[in-house]
């Protein structure tokens, strides 16, 4: 089992950014699959972006150009940076891994991951 932390939401206007961060109390390369979710008030969690161990990204259509997911395997920290951001990008953020599993592509279905962390909320006001 691996502890993630996320930190890096916060209050954007429209069009703005923001690097969202997610460390993990364990050595990632190699083992873990990794992962970005969120979810908005009132609707169900959806999958963002997801990484595997070499390095094939998948992305949701609706933030495929502007977010880019990566992974530091030395500091253990999975990123998110989100470009351009709009309105109904504003929900709250989860970082989730799975270990061992090597999909490819990389899975962005909740129930794929084993480990979450408890969130940071990122705001885009218009």
């Known amino acids: 089992q691996v502890s993630l932390v996320e930190s890096g939401g916060g209050s954007v206007q429209a069009g703005g950014s923001l690097r969202l961060s997610c460390g993990a109390s364990?050595?990632?390369?190699?083992?873990?699959?990794m992962a970005w979710f969120r979810q908005a008030p009132g609707k169900e969690r959806e999958g963002v972006a997801s990484i595997n161990t070499i390095g094939s990204t998948t992305y949701a259509a609706s933030v495929k150009g502007r977010f880019s997911i990566s992974q530091d395997n030395v500091k253990n920290t999975l990123y998110l940076q989100m470009n351009t951001l709009k309105p109904e990008d504003s929900a709250m953020y989860y970082c989730?891994?799975?270990?061992?599993?090597?999909?490819?592509?990389?899975?962005?279905?909740?129930?794929?991951?084993?480990?979450w962390g408890q969130g940071t909320q990122v705001t885009v006001s218009s």
């Open positions: 989730a891994a799975v270990y061992g599993m090597n999909w490819d592509p990389p899975s962005l279905l909740p129930s794929d991951y084993t480990d």
């Open positions: 364990v050595y990632i390369s190699g083992n873990y699959r």
